[in-house]
């Protein structure tokens, strides 16, 4: 029988609902009037303060080399030494090389572009979500790292952060599969944000079964796949060596974090070891203590979920934590870092840490399977 092709199908009452209800929010004509005066302040840091140079000239000079038709990532390399950024890094900037022609001027205006778009969709986020007052969404706004980042620094942090969010809005409507491609792409860029990666799996194991996530993480790997092939199939040690090299040693006149540490400490294989378990430990003893609570803890729900089928973006709206956010940027506009804005910085993401510890577990998706249950009876 043949299917009729104009046959409509008509969206769920709860999603007109929700539709309606977002439309209606005042928050989103603020939103919208932000991003209007935030383009005006973007056009006013373009023409008047100064370009930072730091890699802009370095990017330039590593895809020069991919475009002359180098695929070894030992022999792209920089002023600032050699590339170690995945593909999809070489791709997006030899494109902004093509479109500007390599000059400073018209890259700004096209990352001032991009970082409009981030602050729609990071906007976006938060109206959907609801978890800010309408004023608190001015903090967005005024981040002078933010703005240094994208329109004076052209830093591939922007395109990295821009792809994460755009991921984030997706997976607060459980589109995993894109969201999971967008997330990919995002990785591909830069591989800081494979951080995020954890919470994500996690959110995936209670949202979807077994299956889904394979096919949702089977689809994030053909992204790389894809997008490194042809570093892949030339010369893959250096490629996965170089563009996903987990012991870099970072320089120490550049840490913002760990300013306070001494040199030989901070360059050390203990040191990196020893923040890598920490970082472990923490997020087993949220996973398990928190986010994985009301299942019993960690173990018992990796074990019903595998055995029987899973910023400081978000900023709080209380005086007391907005000064304390406002630290947290005061200490990241601190150049160059010292040992007094090191130790400020670490002290202050404890506060964070325990804060995050503290508040009460959230179960996003407890609401939605209870009802299933109702329906089904």
């Not at 030339?234 to 760990?258: D, K, Q, T």
Request: charge should be positive; glycine fraction near 6%; include cysteine.
């Amino acid at each position: 029988m043949a299917l009729k092709s104009g046959r409509k199908v008509k969206p769920s009452p709860s999603s007109k609902a929700s539709a309606l209800k977002l439309l209606k929010n005042p928050k989103i004509a603020f939103s919208l009037a932000l991003i209007v005066l935030d383009a005006l302040l973007v056009a006013l840091i373009i023409a008047y303060v100064p370009y930072t140079k730091i890699d802009w000239d370095a990017y330039m000079s590593q895809v020069t080399g991919f475009l002359q038709g180098e695929r070894d990532y030992s022999n792209l390399k920089g002023d600032t030494g050699p590339l170690v950024y995945p593909a999809g890094f070489l791709y997006i900037y030899s494109a902004i090389q093509y479109i500007t022609g390599g000059e400073v001027y018209p890259a700004q205006i096209f990352f001032g572009l991009l970082y409009i778009i981030n602050l729609g969709i990071v906007l976006f986020i938060y109206v959907k979500t609801d978890v800010l007052p309408w004023w608190a969404l001015i903090l967005l706004c005024l981040s002078k790292r933010v703005h240094s980042i994208f329109v004076l620094r052209l830093f591939n942090d922007c395109f990295a952060m821009t792809l994460l969010h755009a991921a984030l809005a997706l997976l607060i409507y459980q589109r995993w599969y894109i969201g999971l491609i967008f997330f990919s792409g995002a990785v591909s860029i830069k591989m800081n944000v494979l951080l995020y990666a954890p919470s994500l799996l996690l959110l995936m194991l209670k949202a979807m079964d077994i299956t889904g996530v394979i096919l949702a993480l089977a689809g994030a790997a053909l992204v790389q796949i894809l997008l490194g092939f042809p570093f892949l199939v030339s010369y893959p040690i250096a490629y996965i060596s170089r563009a996903f090299n987990l012991g870099r040693v970072f320089i120490h006149f550049w840490s913002v974090n760990f300013k306070f540490v001494p040199e030989h400490v901070f360059v050390s294989k203990q040191f990196a070891v020893s923040l890598l378990i920490a970082h472990l430990g923490l997020l087993a003893a949220f996973a398990h203590y928190k986010w994985c609570k009301l299942e019993g803890g960690l173990f018992n729900f990796l074990h019903s979920r595998i055995w029987r089928s899973s910023a400081l973006t978000s900023i709080s709206s209380s005086p007391i934590k907005i000064l304390k956010e406002e630290r947290v940027e005061f200490c990241w506009n601190v150049y160059p870092s010292n040992i007094f804005s090191s130790a400020l910085l670490l002290c202050l993401h404890l506060v964070i840490l325990w804060g995050l510890w503290s508040a009460p577990s959230e179960y996003p998706y407890v609401e939605d399977k209870f009802s299933t249950r109702q329906k089904n009876r």
